[in-house]
């Protein structure tokens, strides 16, 4: 399958190996790593230039620490020159928090979608 590539966040590496296999290539070539104060700093190691893109990354675990991994995966890739990057995401982060139940609460399903978008 020429011009993809598939990454996988640290949530479910296992996930990706299965679509790989699936789709008969190998998982792209991701280092991520906690610096000493906790922030996420994500390598893409390998040329994604004019390719389409899929990161798989699942809103299970440690949910706040997926979801900015995955940002700055995304934006590591549009930075990159990918021609399209997919967020795969079976477990969407806070889904349930997907409607206004009282005054002055957050929609953060909203919230979280318009991150990805923008990253």
């Known amino acids: 399958m020429p011009n993809i590539k598939v990454f996988s ?11 790989c296999d699936r789709l008969g290539i190998e998982p792209g070539k991701v280092v991520t790593k906690k610096f000493s104060n906790l922030e996420t700093c994500v390598e893409i190691g390998e ?50 928090q997907d409607k206004k139940d009282k005054s002055r609460a957050p929609i953060s399903a909203k919230l979280v979608a318009n991150m990805l978008s923008v990253a």
Do not use: W
Request: charged share 20%; glycine share 8%; hydrophobic share 40%.
């Open 9 to 19: 966040g640290s949530s479910h590496a296992d996930l990706t190996h299965k679509v």
């Open 47 to 96: 040329s994604v230039r004019g390719e389409d893109v899929y990161i798989v990354q699942t809103g299970g675990g440690e949910v706040n620490d997926n979801l900015m991994e995955l940002l700055i995966m995304i934006n590591a890739c549009k930075i990159a020159s990918a021609e399209r990057v997919t967020a795969v995401i079976p477990s969407f982060p806070y889904a349930r």
